[in-house]
Nanobody, 113 residues
Framework: QVQLVESGGGLVQAGGSLRLSCAASGSIFSIMGWYRQPPGKQRELVATITHGGTTNYADSVKGRFTISRDNAKNTVYLQMNSLKPEDTGVYYC?????????WGQGTQVTVSS
């Protein structure tokens, strides 16, 4: 059974930083990542990372966000710097294995101007 436990969201002023964590259990996942859902909008990709460390970022977060993973702990992180109000939303951890996708419960990130 796959379980994802997210932590690290909160309220921060523009220009500030937050670090999200997602601890996974139940398998070793080929791809781990983060998506977000801004208020009134659809869920969108933020960043992904493969088991080997290859990363992919949305253009809107390149240079500001860094995704990493600790394979020994089966945990994925998202370091978010230079946050902007448009980064506000619910952030969801996502893991993938053999074509199956699993989602965390989501953690709220609010960036005030």
């Amino acid at each position: 059974q796959v379980q994802l436990v997210e932590s690290g969201g909160g309220l921060v002023q523009a220009g500030g930083s937050l670090r999200l964590s997602c601890a996974a259990s139940g398998s070793i996942f080929s791809i781990m990542g983060w998506y977000r859902q801004p208020p009134g909008k659809q869920r969108e990709l933020v960043a992904t990372i493969t088991h080997g460390g290859t990363t992919n970022y949305a253009d809107s977060v390149k240079g500001r966000f860094t995704i990493s993973r600790d394979n020994a702990k089966n945990t994925v992180y998202l370091q978010m710097n230079s946050l902007k109000p448009e980064d506000t939303g619910v952030y969801y951890c996502n893991v993938q294995i053999f074509g199956s996708l699993f989602w965390g419960q989501g953690t709220q990130v609010t960036v005030s101007s």
